[in-house]
C-alpha cells in the first residue's frame, strides 16, 4: 500500500520563475493539503483540495496556486518565485471527515531558489 | 488559526532516559496530535488525544491533556538514539471546519547512545 509521494525530491529554480511540484496521495485517500516548512521551522499550511476544491487556505499570496485531479493527485504551482520561497514543500493525505482525522506526509520536495 | 507552541525548544537525553516535551495552546480545541519528522523526511503521525481525554498511551509515548490549563505533553519512555527527531504538536480548533494543521517550531530532541 503506498503511501503519499511526492515529485520531484529536489528542485533548483531562480528568481521569477515558475515551479509545479505534484503529489499522490495515499491509496484511499480523498483530500490532499499542501505546506511550507523552512529549514529550521515548523510547516506552515498553504491549502488544501477536496471534491477537486480549495477547501482552506492559509496565509499565502495568490502566487501560490493548486489543482486537484480526480484520481485526487494535486499539484502545487508558485509563480514569480523569490528567495524566501526556498523551502522543503510538503504534501499530506486524509480521508474526508470532519473532526479526527490524522494526516499521512510525504517526505516532500526540497525547493531552493537562487 | 491556532498553532501549538512546543518548549524547549531543544533536548539533548542519553539512551535509556525519558524525554519529555510540552505543548501549549490558546483557545478551545476538540483534539490535539503530537508528529514526528526525522531530518529531511515528512511529518509522522504520532499520537491524537481528544478534549474529553486526559492520558493515552501509544507503546513508549504517553501523552496528557489539560485542557484547563491549556497544555499537552508527551513522554517517551526508555529513549532510544532512533528517537531522535523534532517533535510537533497541532491542536485543532472547535471551529476547523477543514483538516488543516497548524504547527509551531517544534521540540528537536537529540538521543545520544
Known amino acids: 500500500d503506498a503511501g503519499v509521494t511526492q515529485s520531484p525530491t529536489h528542485l533548483i529554480k531562480t528568481r521569477g520563475q515558475q515551479v509545479t511540484l505534484r503529489c499522490s496521495p495515499k491509496s484511499g485517500h480523498d483530500t490532499v493539503s499542501w505546506y511550507q516548512q523552512a529549514l529550521g521551522q515548523g510547516p506552515q499550511f498553504i491549502f488544501q483540495y477536496y471534491e477537486e476544491e480549495e477547501r482552506q487556505r492559509g496565509n499565502f499570496p495568490d502566487r501560490f496556486s493548486g489543482h486537484q485531479f480526480p484520481n485526487y493527485s494535486s499539484e502545487l504551482n508558485v509563480n514569480a518565485l523569490l528567495l524566501g520561497d526556498s523551502a522543503l514543500y510538503l504534501c499530506?493525505?486524509?480521508?474526508?471527515?470532519?473532526?479526527?482525522?490524522?494526516?499521512?506526509f510525504g517526505d516532500g520536495t526540497r525547493l531552493s531558489i537562487l | 488559526s491556532q498553532q501549538g507552541e512546543e518548549d524547549p525548544q531543544a533536548l539533548s537525553i542519553q539512551e535509556g532516559e525519558n524525554a519529555t516535551m510540552n505543548c501549549s495552546y490558546k483557545?478551545?480545541?476538540?483534539?490535539l496530535q503530537w508528529y514526528r519528522q526525522n531530518s529531511g523526511r515528512g511529518l509522522v503521525h504520532l499520537i491524537l488525544i481528544r478534549s474529553n481525554e486526559r492520558e493515552k498511551h501509544s507503546g513508549r509515548l504517553r501523552v496528557t491533556l489539560d485542557t484547563s490549563k491549556k497544555s499537552s505533553s508527551l513522554l517517551i519512555t526508555a529513549s532510544r538514539a532512533a528517537d531522535t527527531a523534532s517533535y510537533f504538536c497541532?491542536?485543532?480548533?472547535?471551529?476547523?471546519?477543514?483538516?488543516?494543521?497548524?504547527f509551531g517550531g517544534g521540540t528537536r530532541l537529540m538521543v545520544k547512545p
Open positions: 499530506a493525505s486524509s480521508l474526508a471527515g470532519y473532526g479526527f482525522q490524522p494526516q499521512h
Open positions: 497541532a491542536p485543532r480548533q472547535n471551529n476547523n471546519a477543514g483538516n488543516m494543521l497548524t
Open positions: 483557545t478551545s480545541i476538540n483534539n
